[in-house]
């Protein structure tokens, strides 16, 4: 069972471009909802969030999650080629101590 | 701080022998975990510790082994290597569970086996 899956897989788009990449969930004791960027090697933190509604920002970067729907984007504004990477999804069940990763979208970002 | 450390980066083996990985934080956190990486699966969590002397499974532990002896220390053991098993590997610790947002991954150990 698919208990977290991202879309879409992949994306090629243009510096200056906006993305908005998707993560769906389902879990039966969701704790968190996380979003790292992996380039060449481990993955980075980008956000974390609990609440839903409550958009988190970080320069052109933002994310946003919805509890009800079981969804969370995350919005990369005025692309630049430094943003392609695989953006990962991942979700915290429990008491925190598993967590489930999506597949990844695959972000390229072209001059 | 070296933050986490994974030795070794690249490792190839025949199937049927056997090997353990390497993991090490030195910022004294009680959180370790062992995932790996494949195409079109994403991260999955194969073993966890809460801290020294506990450990649990993951999503797909078979095959693999671990414990915890140290805070520092969280070694991966392949008992006997299968080609399924080829993929990279990340190790990643936090301060505790829960403290997920300060999660720190390990560079990665990438293995091959034939």
């Known amino acids: 069972e698919d208990k977290v899956v991202q879309s879409p897989l992949s994306l090629v788009v243009h510096e200056g471009d906006t993305v908005t990449l998707n993560c769906s969930y389902e879990?039966?004791?969701?704790?968190?909802l996380l979003w790292y960027k992996q380039e060449k090697k481990a993955p980075t933190f980008l956000f974390m969030l609990t609440s839903s509604g409550i958009e988190k920002k970080s320069g052109r970067l933002s994310s946003i999650l919805d509890k009800k729907e079981l969804f969370s984007i995350l919005n990369i504004t005025a692309t630049q080629t430094g943003d392609s990477a695989i953006y990962l999804c991942a979700v915290e069940e429990g008491t925190g101590n598993q967590f489930y990763f999506g597949t990844g979208t695959s972000l390229t970002v072209i001059p | 701080n070296a933050g986490v450390t994974q030795t070794p980066k690249f490792q190839v083996l025949k199937t049927g022998q056997s090997m353990t990985l390497q993991c090490a934080q030195d910022?004294?956190?009680?959180?370790m975990s062992w995932y790996r990486q494949d195409p079109g699966m994403g991260l999955r969590l194969i073993h966890y510790?809460?801290?020294?002397?506990?450990?649990d499974q993951g999503e797909v532990p078979n095959g693999y082994n671990v414990s915890r002896s140290t805070t520092e220390d969280f070694p991966l053991r392949l008992l006997s290597a299968a080609p399924s098993q080829t993929s990279v590997y990340f190790c990643?610790?936090?301060?505790?569970?829960?403290?997920?947002?300060?999660?720190?991954f390990g560079p990665g150990t990438r293995l091959t086996v034939l």
């Open positions: 510790s809460v801290g020294a002397g506990i450990t």
């Open positions: 990643a610790s936090s301060y505790e569970a829960g403290r997920i947002d300060t999660q720190y």
């Open positions: 879990v039966t004791n969701f704790r968190s």
């Open positions: 910022m004294n956190h009680e959180y």
